[in-house]
T-cell receptor, first 114, second 113 residues
Framework: GESVGLHLPTLSVQEGDNSIINCAYS??????FIWYKQESGKGPQFIID?????DKRQGQRVTVLLNKTVKHLSLQIAATQPGDSAVYFC?????????????FGSGTKLNVKP | DVKVTQSSRYLVKRTGEKVFLECVQD?????MFWYRQDPGLGLRLIYF???????EKGDIPEGYSVSREKKERFSLILESASTNQTSMYLC????????????FGNGTRLTVT
């Protein structure tokens, strides 16, 4: 079956540095990807999404890169701030699946050191 | 901004009790979902609904039922709570547009004793 996973379960960065969080997926039919941020005790918060016909998408301080050749997704956070400390996970959807079926990664915990 | 509101942040119930978890969304989304989130297991889909009175089983529907009488409201029901249903429950909604994300509520942490 499909799997959405992460390379690094925990990432520690210095405040002000850039952060890169990675996600690998296995289904070549996946065509829509989402990044979520989940702070302790809260629900997942939508950050940014990207369709498979794009390689890159930018938001406010965040950039998502999609490499379909190696089935890899990354989230880059510029000038990381203490408020960015959270668990980040990716989600993936495949056109061949039920419209409402998503696969979720297990998450990377980002620690921002002041 | 989409707002998905879950009625309770924390609940403590006894084994065998009937438990209702309520969720309301304010964006007129057709699709609503219930997930549970457990350490090491990630997010698992319990049920979803794509329209009023319509529902479909997710990956782990056993021990749960749902109700969607109004478009904005989706309820999760534990008919007879058990300790293995202690978990964080997350409600989400999504529009019918293909490339649209799930929007989550803040979760209900249910403890069954």
């Amino acid at each position: 079956g499909e799997s959405v996973g992460l390379h690094l379960p925990t990432l520690s960065v210095q405040e002000g540095d850039n952060s890169i969080i990675n996600c690998a997926y296995s289904n070549s039919a996946s065509d829509y990807f989402i990044w979520y941020k989940q702070e302790s005790g809260k629900g997942p918060q939508f950050i940014i999404d990207i369709r498979s016909n794009m390689d890159k998408r930018q938001g406010q301080r965040v950039t998502v890169l999609l490499n379909k050749t190696v089935k890899h997704l990354s989230l880059q956070i510029a000038a990381t701030q203490p408020g960015d400390s959270a668990v980040y996970f990716c989600a993936e959807h495949s056109r061949g699946d039920n419209f409402n079926k998503f696969y979720f990664g297990s998450g990377t915990k980002l620690n921002v050191k002041p | 901004d989409v707002k998905v509101t879950q009625s309770s942040r924390y609940l403590v119930k006894r084994t065998g009790e009937k438990v209702f978890l309520e969720c309301v969304q304010d964006m007129d989304h057709e699709n609503m979902f219930w997930y549970r989130q457990d350490p090491g297991l990630g997010l698992r889909l319990i049920y979803f609904s794509y329209d009023v009175k319509m529902k479909e089983k997710g990956d782990i529907p056993e021990g749960y039922s749902v109700s969607r009488e109004k478009k904005e409201r989706f309820s999760l029901i534990l008919e007879s709570a058990s300790t293995n249903q202690t978990s964080m429950y997350l409600c989400a909604s999504r529009s019918f547009s293909y490339n649209s994300p799930l929007h989550f509520g803040n979760g209900t942490r249910l403890t069954v004793t």
